[in-house]
């Protein structure tokens, strides 16, 4: 999958409530996913590197929103 990284960089400044909301009840925190999608904008969105908890957290919480 080719990732937009103008809209995961969108996603994490200007719509972090809504990541905030979709993390609510899980017991994972926003940092977590803010910062998974932080990783994946400094490795020019290759999903390739992520760990399998990471990939985990793209899958639920940062595929849904982009």
Known sequence: MELDLEK?????NKRAAE???SVAGTG?????VI???TFLLDN???I???TSKQQVTFE??????L
């Open 28 to 32: 994972y925190l926003p940092k977590t």
């Open 44 to 46: 020019e969105g290759d």
């Open 60 to 65: 639920r919480f940062l595929r849904p929103l």
């Open 48 to 50: 390739d590197l992520l």
């Open 35 to 37: 910062g998974v999608a």
């Open 19 to 21: 990541i905030e909301k």
């Open 8 to 12: 995961l960089r969108h996603l994490i």
